[in-house]
């Protein structure tokens, strides 16, 4: 029992270094995990033929060797496609209405309905992305034929249904899986929540220690000091994370590590400032870790990742960029990781948060000096009421 007790001192003692190095690792295990294979596949999606002629048949048997789809038929009515629906059994349902090959043939107009379940937008493109391909290329033979019929050559007819080709594809999520698009902000969020995690209580344990100690230059280096050896945790942590995803997840890194840590580092000081602010606002390290365990939705949701921020209202724009720095971070790293791009395109956002750190780690220093002269002058009230 000795031998585990001072085993879980150690641990503790180093919970710091610990928290910032390997939660990022531990997290990219647990979800790279869950997310792969790196693509969506085997997607559940019914056919419901109530046509049944030749040209809706052909239709179908399109759909059925497209990849991806894994493609179910059997539907007796339109209400038993709703079913299956609100049971989770489909997640998209490819409707051939009665009187399609007739519309067809007579060059009416033929129409398929989609029916999507909106909820994954994801399988929801892939579903899509599967019915237009299809459909376009069964449009360009019944093209080709027509054009034949009218007594073009094969040749001629060929050349006039592809004077204009449209190829639709991914350019930098071809597969449309989650971990490509997902795990860049996941990368934000897991060094924004392990620098809070691992920072926040140290502050505030060395808050109580420096209001007893002489609030001098020295002290304030040593706490400085600190801090830098906590970024060079952090930078460990990055590189074991983009090691890891790499090598076990067949992840594609097309941008440049130094990049990488162009926006890392600004996005640290920048967190520094934040977390200065927390640590002077908490004396109670539990207290603490719930607030910032509450920060990991609203940062996430508002930072601009998933809904970019020209689609937000411009008061609110204003007020998020201002208030927390997680947009000048995972935006550039999803750029830097999934489109290579280079030093011009994420300039902009270093300098953006270089000037959120100038602001902010200051007022965060400010505010924690101003709580430790405050617990300074409430230990010497409290010594000069107990020696009276």
């Not at 629906?85 to 009187?99: D, K, T």
């Not at 101003?370 to 009276?388: A, M, T, V, Y």
Request: proline share 6%.
């Amino acid at each position: 029992m000795s031998a585990l007790r001072e085993l879980i001192e150690r641990v503790l003692r180093y919970k710091s270094y610990l928290v910032l190095t390997l939660v990022p690792l531990l997290f990219v295990l647990l979800f790279g995990g869950a997310m792969s294979p790196v693509y969506n596949t085997d997607l559940p999606v019914l056919v419901y033929d109530m046509d049944a002629s030749p040209a809706s048949r052909q239709v179908v048997e399109q759909l059925e060797i497209y990849p991806y789809l894994d493609l179910r038929e059997g539907a007796a009515s339109l209400d038993e496609v709703e079913q299956q629906f609100l049971y989770g059994e489909i997640i998209g349902a490819i409707i051939i209405p009665e009187g399609f090959g007739d519309d067809l043939h007579a060059q009416r107009g033929a129409d398929l309905l989609v029916m999507l379940d909106s909820c994954n937008f994801m399988n929801m493109t892939s579903v899509m992305t599967a019915t237009s391909t299809v459909g376009g290329t069964l449009n360009a033979a019944l093209r080709l034929q027509l054009l034949e019929a009218g007594g073009q050559t094969p040749t001629v007819a060929m050349d006039n249904v592809t004077t204009l080709s449209v190829i639709d594809r991914g350019m930098y999520n071809p597969t449309y899986g989650y971990i490509y698009f997902l795990f860049p902000v996941l990368l934000a969020i897991f060094v924004q929540q392990s620098w809070l995690a691992g920072v926040s209580p140290y502050l505030i344990e060395k808050k109580a220690e420096l209001a007893k100690a002489p609030l001098d230059v020295k002290n304030f280096g040593r706490l400085a000091g600190q801090l830098a050896l906590f970024l060079a945790c952090t930078v460990l942590g990055l590189a074991l994370w983009c090691v890891t995803l790499n090598v076990l997840f067949n992840y594609p890194f097309r941008g440049s590590v130094l990049l990488m840590l162009l926006v890392h580092v600004p996005f640290v000081l920048a967190m520094t400032g934040m977390v200065l602010l927390i640590a002077s606002i908490f004396d109670d390290p539990v207290h603490c870790t719930q607030f910032n365990m509450f920060l990991t939705i609203p940062s996430l949701l508002s930072c601009g990742y998933a809904w970019p921020v020209y689609l937000m209202p411009e008061p609110f724009r204003v007020v998020i960029t201002h208030i927390w720095p997680l947009y000048y971070f995972a935006n550039p790293l999803r750029d830097i990781i999934m489109k290579g791009c280079g030093i011009e395109q994420v300039l902009p956002y270093a300098a953006g948060c270089l000037k959120f750190a100038a602001f902010w780690l200051p007022a965060g220093l400010i505010a924690y000096a101003w709580k430790i002269r405050r617990l300074r002058r409430l230990n010497e009230e409290d010594l000069c009421s107990d020696g009276c």
